[in-house]
C-alpha cells in the first residue's frame, strides 16, 4: 500500500478531527507544477530534464506556505493534548480528581495509556508525510529547497519531531512498560519506545512508520554526561537543568525563567530559548531507574552545588538589605 493511502487512512480513523498533512493537494500542486515546466519546455524546445528556477513560481507561492500552516497546526495540536494527558499522569491527591474532573480527560487509566500511544503514533506518521512530501517537492524541482524548508521549519519550532512533548511521551510509555513487567501484568502500552545505549551513551529510541527510526541523544553538551534533571529548551536541544542555568547566566535559585532574552543556546545558538523551557520530569523517571548508581551520585553532587548557589545567594541579598 501506498504512503499517500495509508496516511489517509490513518486520518480518516481517528476518532477526532486531528490537523494533518493535505497530501493529496499539495501532491496536486507538484503535478501542475510538472505540467506547467514541461509545457513551458515544449515550447521553448528544452529537454524535460532540466530544472525548475530556484523559486518555482507554481508552488512556492501555495505548497510551502500550505504546508507551514499545517506543520504550526500538527504541532501546536499534539503539544497541547501531550500536555494534558501527562498533566493528568503525574498529579497526585485531590489536584489529580480536580482535574479529572474539570474534563480535561475522560475514561480510566487504560484510555490514559492508549492515547499516550495514539498521541505517540499521530507525531511519527506526520513527520514521516512531512519528510516524504517534501522529499517529492525536491525531486520534482530538481533542488534541496524542501530540505531548506525543513530547517526553516526547526528554527520555527513546528518540527513535530523536535517536541519536548513526544520525548516526554515516550519516556512515559517506557516506564509503564517497566512498571507493569516488574508486577507481573501484561504490557499495554506502546512497544515501539525504548532506551538505549550505545558505548554507555544513552538514546531514547522509536520505530517511526516506514521504517525509520527516531534517536534521541540524551548525554548532556554541557558537561558531557547523562542528562541529570534534564530540560528541553524551545528549540529542542535537552541539557541537564543546572548546566542549562550555567549556560543561560542565572543561578539556581533564580531559575531558567529569569534568564535574559539575548540568551543563546550553547548547541544551535539560537536566543530566547530559555524562557519556554519545559521540564522532561517523565525522562528523570526513566534515567533514575535505569542508571541508579550514576544518579545517586549525580544527586549528592547537585544537592552540595545548589545548597552553596543558595547559600550565596542569600548572603548577597542579606548584604544588598543591610546596605553593606
Same mark, same amino acid.
Given at each position: 500500500?501506498?504512503?499517500?493511502?495509508?496516511?489517509?487512512?490513518?486520518?480518516?480513523?481517528?476518532?477526532?478531527? @486531528?490537523?494533518?498533512?493535505?497530501?493529496?493537494?499539495?501532491?496536486? $500542486?507538484?503535478?501542475?507544477?510538472?505540467?506547467?515546466?514541461?509545457?513551458?519546455?515544449?515550447?521553448?524546445?528544452?529537454?524535460?530534464?532540466?530544472?525548475?528556477?530556484?523559486?518555482?513560481?507554481?508552488?512556492?507561492?501555495?505548497?510551502?506556505?500550505? @504546508?507551514?500552516?499545517?506543520?504550526?497546526? /500538527?504541532?501546536?495540536?499534539?503539544?497541547?493534548?501531550?500536555?494534558?494527558?501527562?498533566?493528568?499522569?503525574?498529579?497526585? *491527591?485531590?489536584?489529580?480528581?480536580?482535574?479529572?474532573?474539570?474534563?480535561?480527560?475522560?475514561?480510566?487509566?487504560?484510555?490514559? $495509556?492508549?492515547?499516550?500511544?495514539?498521541?505517540?503514533? =499521530?507525531?511519527? $506518521?506526520?513527520?514521516?508525510?512531512?519528510?516524504?512530501?517534501?522529499?517529492? =517537492?525536491?525531486?520534482?524541482?530538481?533542488?534541496?529547497? *524542501?530540505?531548506?524548508?525543513?530547517?526553516?521549519?526547526?528554527?520555527?519550532?513546528?518540527?513535530?519531531?523536535?517536541?519536548?512533548?513526544?520525548?516526554?511521551?515516550?519516556?512515559?510509555?517506557?516506564?509503564?512498560?517497566?512498571?507493569? !513487567?516488574?508486577?507481573?501484568?501484561?504490557?499495554?502500552?506502546?512497544?515501539?519506545?525504548?532506551?538505549?545505549?550505545?558505548?554507555?551513551?544513552?538514546?531514547?529510541?522509536?520505530?517511526?512508520?516506514?521504517?525509520?527510526?527516531?534517536?534521541?541523544?540524551?548525554?548532556?553538551? /554541557?558537561?558531557?554526561?547523562?542528562?541529570?534533571?534534564?530540560?528541553?529548551?524551545?528549540?529542542?536541544?535537552?541539557?541537564?537543568?543546572?548546566?542549562?542555568?550555567?549556560?543561560?547566566?542565572?543561578? /539556581?535559585?533564580?531559575?531558567?525563567?529569569?534568564?535574559?532574552?539575548?540568551?543563546?543556546?550553547?548547541?544551535?545558538?539560537?536566543?530566547? !530559548?530559555?524562557?519556554?523551557?519545559?521540564?522532561?520530569?517523565?525522562?528523570?523517571?526513566?534515567?533514575?531507574?535505569?542508571?541508579?548508581?550514576?544518579?545517586?551520585?549525580?544527586?549528592?553532587?547537585?544537592?552540595?552545588?545548589?545548597?552553596?548557589?543558595?547559600?550565596?545567594?542569600?548572603?548577597?541579598?542579606?548584604?544588598?538589605?543591610?546596605?553593606?
Amino acid at each position: 500500500m501506498k504512503f499517500c493511502k495509508k496516511y489517509q487512512e490513518y486520518m480518516q480513523g481517528q476518532e477526532k478531527k @486531528l490537523p494533518g498533512v493535505g497530501f493529496k493537494k499539495l501532491k496536486k $500542486i507538484l503535478k501542475n507544477c510538472r505540467r506547467e515546466f514541461q509545457s513551458k519546455n515544449d515550447v521553448h524546445g528544452v529537454l524535460h530534464n532540466q530544472t525548475c528556477p530556484q523559486h518555482c513560481p507554481v508552488c512556492d507561492g501555495t505548497f510551502f506556505p500550505s @504546508l507551514l500552516k499545517e506543520m504550526s497546526d /500538527i504541532v501546536g495540536c499534539f503539544n497541547e493534548r501531550a500536555q494534558k494527558l501527562l498533566e493528568l499522569h503525574l498529579a497526585s *491527591g485531590f489536584r489529580k480528581y480536580f482535574i479529572w474532573f474539570k474534563g480535561k480527560l475522560q475514561g480510566s487509566h487504560v484510555a490514559l $495509556i492508549q492515547e499516550g500511544k495514539d498521541l505517540v503514533n =499521530y507525531a511519527l $506518521i506526520n513527520a514521516v508525510a512531512i519528510r516524504k512530501i517534501l522529499k517529492k =517537492y525536491d525531486k520534482v524541482h530538481f533542488s534541496k529547497q *524542501g530540505q531548506a524548508f525543513k530547517s526553516q521549519a526547526q528554527s520555527m519550532h513546528i518540527e513535530i519531531l523536535q517536541s519536548p512533548w513526544l520525548c516526554k511521551l515516550m519516556a512515559f510509555h517506557i516506564n509503564l512498560r517497566e512498571t507493569k !513487567v516488574k508486577s507481573g501484568m501484561t504490557p499495554a502500552s506502546f512497544e515501539g519506545c525504548y532506551l538505549t545505549f550505545n558505548d554507555g551513551k544513552p538514546f531514547l529510541s522509536c520505530e517511526l512508520f516506514d521504517s525509520v527510526k527516531l534517536d534521541i541523544d540524551l548525554t548532556c553538551s /554541557i558537561c558531557l554526561d547523562t542528562v541529570f534533571d534534564p530540560v528541553s529548551l524551545t528549540c529542542g536541544h535537552i541539557f541537564c537543568y543546572m548546566c542549562a542555568c550555567s549556560a543561560a547566566s542565572v543561578s /539556581i535559585v533564580n531559575g531558567l525563567k529569569a534568564a535574559e532574552p539575548k540568551e543563546k543556546c550553547p548547541l544551535c545558538r539560537e536566543a530566547g !530559548v530559555y524562557e519556554g523551557f519545559v521540564h522532561l520530569d517523565e525522562l528523570s523517571i526513566l534515567l533514575r531507574r535505569s542508571c541508579s548508581e550514576y544518579w545517586e551520585q549525580r544527586l549528592q553532587m547537585e544537592r552540595a552545588e545548589r545548597v552553596r548557589q543558595a547559600k550565596e545567594h542569600w548572603e548577597s541579598q542579606c548584604q544588598a538589605f543591610v546596605g553593606v
